[in-house]
């Protein structure tokens, strides 16, 4: 019996391997947090499960932010994909003591006069969350699926420069990420080293 | 004297010249915050050979720039020459960095002044007489707190001439910086060896060499080797020194060259010479993985990087390994799920007329390459996982609620069939079974592969630690481990049907051989019992009621065919097709569930637990947990996993004992658990760090020093050893 036996079953147990590695998928979860926005209301990662969410670490002091927003590339890609039902948040980890450190009125007028179209503009003044981020420039980008998985983690973009020029040009990973996993595929580039000024932690 | 003076006065003549009319650079240009030109370290260009030239760069006290490689944030500086026709521009050639800490990053760059080397190379029909003109775009980012990034036009004339002075103001600074760039320094030879998520870079050092005071390791790339990580230095009994390293969070692809530059704080000792720093460039062996999150920890009390002291009998080399790995092959045949399905395939075996002995024994090899190549197939698609990014460990197979469910039924079926309840020849239409004599030796090698299948449930629990630690080494000595595995497992069937002496002292084939199946059937019960244990700790009670709702609807499709097949009407064979789709739809969310769909309900059961039970002192890992607990306190750590048989040994015999928790307590030592039941990424991290793939790994943090790893097979006075060392 076990002649015929082992055909069968030989079937059943490739199938069953294949079954059991469908699920793999890279990335870790993106840490939780509760920080108030740039109008003092707390805002918490979990308030949006279900839905995508990208971080961008920011500092209005950097000329890298500046960069990005100067050419409006920022604000762009906060429209583009807002209007897709992508959670955008501004995240500004400049630790208070810092002489950069922003207040949420002075970050909010920031904002406002660059035109930018964030979810929420946070300020992260103890720098808690930059650090379980692990955000180590201006800018930093993470973008997190619906289960809360960080699918890509890194720079905007691959022209490791502070020239405004450079911004339209460059290959960008956040927009390359979010049309891959949207779309429900794979994200083939999910990490590139950032660049940027460091987080004043 | 004489000549000396008239030397010295053609110089400082000649110096003059240059200064007021052939060479002419351009003023620094100054930047708020820099200074910056470019120099040469020769008064003139000679037609076909080169000249080093510099852009200096002055930095406002506190300010700085960087290197090629700028550490955690900033950009390094460039440069993009404009040369006349003929002429060319090498790369810059940069002197060793400094690590300059902004905690809690880390950049590599250079305070104060800085001269960047390039090697300019004149036209060979360049006319003496003439002038060359160099001119250079230099862009650099300068910081302090703030960062400004900033460039210059830059120019330098020289004159082409037949002979060439030092510059008098630059020529000395150039032609030092350029002896003391990094390079290969005689007598002092790298090695690195990737050993999860860290790099350890031995440096061997010439005989009786000065001590080169503190190392530190700059790469030459990003995404290699974390900036801000600490990088820690002992001195081997051989007198070799070693790097420990920590392999970058964000680790880029292709890591296969350790390139970068020592810095030693009193030099490298060379014959007469002592350098401050060395280049190398060696290929790294080992496996690295992705290190942890960096910046977490504020203080670094305990470095849970830090190479985890290992207690004695942890240690395996190659050899014993494969040693382990053959051992454990030929134990395989006696699991509960592999011996019963192999005992009836010997058994068939020794049915008179079963073909010649060369038959017999071309179906043994065949049935050995079958086992053997399906161990390597499943090592390599473990290993390509990985390499695409999975958090994988060995025992991934059964951290998938779909597999278990998928084995329980495969186990389940198999099992009715050896009681007798049905026949697969009933099932099997006549072509099939025909083919499957016209091929005696295809079939014999797809048993093989069958019994590494059934197997696989029973590698995971009883070895995985040995498996995990073959994951851990280079692909090829990966695959050698597993091979070993298969011709263990191989070795005992293909003996038999080379000396198939055995045949004779059987009694004859009868009834006997009926009661030994239907016998052997039991210990496949039973592992349909522990895979339902197993799955109902993966998941709830719910997902083991939905599992044994489908074994009964499976055994009653069976049923209702064998009577439909007995001869019955037509209604049986629709009850058990009706029987097969019920099967189907109550077993189907097993499938669709995912470990990662059960993550967070997972976490919320184990949390209501350890609420529930208010004396359960082990509370459940997470990597904040242990930075936050080992700060203070002594850990102690079980990794395991409900499939995990040997984790299960262990935890009842050794760590659930009064004595043992009497001696954690005494101690004060926390208890955390790590289930890895679950896939579990953070987990796996964890298991990397300590250059393991599976559990069970017992570890003991220790405030103020390196962890202690236990072996896996724990005893009481293991336990009360480790404590000692507290």
Redesign the interface.
Same mark, same amino acid.
């Given at each position: 019996?076990?002649?015929? #036996?082992? #055909?069968? #079953?030989?079937v059943?147990?490739?199938? #069953?391997?294949a079954?059991?590695?469908?699920?793999? /998928?890279?990335?870790?979860?993106a840490p939780q947090f509760t920080i108030a926005d740039t109008t003092g209301k707390p805002v918490k990662l979990s308030d949006y499960q279900g839905k995508f969410v990208v971080l961008e670490w920011t500092n209005p002091?950097? %000329?890298?932010v500046r960069k990005h927003y100067d050419s409006r590339n920022m604000q762009d890609l906060q429209k583009e994909w807002g209007g897709k039902d992508v959670v955008w948040l501004s995240i500004n980890s400049t630790n208070e003591s $810092?002489?950069?450190f922003k207040t949420p009125q002075e970050m909010g007028a920031w904002m406002k006069a660059q035109g930018a179209a964030p979810k929420a503009a946070l300020i992260d003044s103890t720098s808690a969350t930059g650090?379980?981020y692990?955000a180590? /420039?201006t800018p930093h980008m993470f973008v997190i699926d619906r289960?809360g998985?960080i699918v890509y983690?890194?720079a905007i973009d691959d022209r490791? $420069?502070?020239?405004p020029a450079d911004a339209k040009v460059a290959n960008n990973y956040v927009r390359a990420a979010l049309t891959e996993a949207l779309a429900g595929k794979l994200v083939r580039v $999910? $990490?590139?080293? %950032?660049?940027?000024?460091?987080?004043?932690? | 004297m004489l000549r000396h003076s008239r030397l010295f006065r053609f110089s400082l003549a000649a110096a003059l010249a240059f200064a007021c009319a052939g060479m002419s650079a351009a003023a620094p240009v100054k930047t708020e915050h820099v200074e910056a030109e470019l120099v040469a370290e020769r008064t003139a260009f000679i037609p076909g050979q080169s000249l080093t030239v510099a852009l200096r760069l002055r930095m406002a006290e506190g300010w700085h720039t960087y290197w090629r490689n700028p550490g955690d944030s900033g950009l390094p500086t460039t440069l993009a020459w404009t040369l006349p026709a003929g002429a060319t521009a090498g790369p810059i050639l940069w002197p060793a960095p400094y690590a300059l800490p902004v905690e809690p990053l880390m950049n590599y760059g250079y305070e104060g002044e800085v001269l960047l080397l390039t090697e300019i190379l004149a036209p060979a029909d360049a006319r003496p007489g003439e002038t060359l003109a160099l001119a250079a775009k230099a862009e650099w980012l300068v910081c302090r707190e703030t960062c400004i990034p900033e460039e210059a036009s830059l120019t330098l004339e020289l004159p082409i001439s037949s002979r060439s002075d030092p510059y008098p103001q630059w020529g000395r600074s150039i032609a030092s910086t350029r002896a003391l760039l990094p390079g290969p320094v005689r007598g002092w030879l790298g090695a690195a060896r990737g050993e999860g998520a860290k790099v350890v870079l031995t440096l061997t050092a010439p005989a009786d060499t000065e001590l080169p005071g503190d190392l530190r390791f700059f790469p030459f790339d990003e995404g290699r080797i974390e900036p801000s990580g600490k990088q820690s230095l002992v001195r081997d009994a051989n007198g070799t020194f070693v790097l420990t390293l920590p392999v970058a969070h964000q680790l880029a692809p292709e890591f296969k060259r350790v390139a970068g530059v020592i810095t030693a704080s009193r030099g490298f000792a060379s014959g007469n010479l002592v350098v401050p720093s060395l280049a190398l460039d060696v290929p790294l062996t080992g496996a690295v993985v992705a290190g942890p999150k960096p910046m977490t920890a504020a203080t670094p009390v305990l470095n849970l990087d830090a190479p985890p002291a290992k207690a004695p009998g942890t240690d395996v080399s190659l050899a014993l390994a494969l040693v382990f790995a053959f051992v454990g092959g030929i134990v395989l045949n006696l699991m509960p799920c592999v011996f019963p399905v192999l005992s009836i395939k010997v058994l068939s075996l020794s049915r008179p007329g079963h073909g010649s002995w060369r038959m017999l024994r071309l179906e043994g090899v065949a049935y050995g390459a079958g086992v053997i190549l399906s161990f390597v197939a499943l090592a390599g698609l473990l290993l390509g996982l990985r390499a695409a990014g999975a958090e994988l460990g060995w025992g991934f197979q059964l951290q998938s609620p779909a597999v278990i469910t998928a084995l329980a039924l495969l186990f389940f079926v198999l099992a009715l069939n050896m009681s007798g309840a049905f026949e697969f020849a009933t099932f099997a239409p006549s072509s099939a079974a025909g083919w499957t004599v016209r091929n005696p030796y295809l079939n014999s090698a797809l048993t093989g592969v069958l019994a590494v299948a059934i197997a696989s449930p029973c590698t995971a629990p009883f070895m995985g630690a040995a498996l995990g630690y073959a994951l851990t080494q280079p692909a090829g000595l990966t695959l050698l481990v597993f091979a070993a595995l298969g011709v263990g497992m191989a070795l005992p069937f293909v003996l038999l049907t080379w000396f198939p002496g055995w045949r004779r002292i059987l009694p004859r084939p009868g009834a006997w051989m009926e009661r030994l199946k239907q016998f052997l059937a039991f210990p496949l019960y039973a592992t349909v019992a522990w895979l339902a244990w197993v799955l109902g700790a993966q998941m709830d009670n719910d997902a083991v009621v939905r599992l044994l709702g489908t074994l009964v609807i499976v055994a009653f499709a069976l049923w209702a065919w064998r009577v439909y097949r007995g001869g019955a009407t037509r209604a049986f064979g629709v009850l058990a097709a009706l029987g097969l789709a019920g099967a189907v739809v109550v077993a189907w969310p097993l499938f669709g569930d995912t470990a990662e769909d059960h993550a967070a309900a997972g976490t919320s059961i184990a949390s209501a637990r350890a609420a529930g039970g208010a004396i359960d002192p082990w509370r459940p890992y997470t990597p904040a947990l242990l930075q936050e607990l080992s700060r203070t306190k002594p850990v102690f750590v079980d990794f395991t996993a409900a499939w995990c048989v040997t984790c299960q040994v262990n935890k009842r015999l050794v760590l659930n004992d009064s004595r043992v928790r009497e001696a954690f307590a005494q101690r004060g030592v926390e208890l955390v658990r790590a289930d890895w039941t679950r896939r579990d990424p953070d987990i796996t991290k964890a298991l990397a760090a300590l250059g393991r793939q599976g559990v069970p790994v017992y570890v003991l943090y220790r405030p103020g020093k390196e962890p202690l790893l236990l072996p896996e097979i724990l005893q009481k006075q293991i336990i009360y050893d480790a404590l000692a060392t507290l």
């Open positions: 019996m076990t002649i015929r #036996l082992s #055909l069968k #079953l030989l059943a147990s490739i199938a #069953l391997f079954g059991g590695v469908h699920a793999v /998928t890279a990335g870790s979860a002091e950097c %000329p890298f $810092s002489s950069e650090r379980a692990a180590k /420039t289960a998985k983690a890194g490791r $420069s502070a020239n $999910s $990490s590139a080293t %950032p660049y940027g000024c460091s987080v004043k932690y | -």
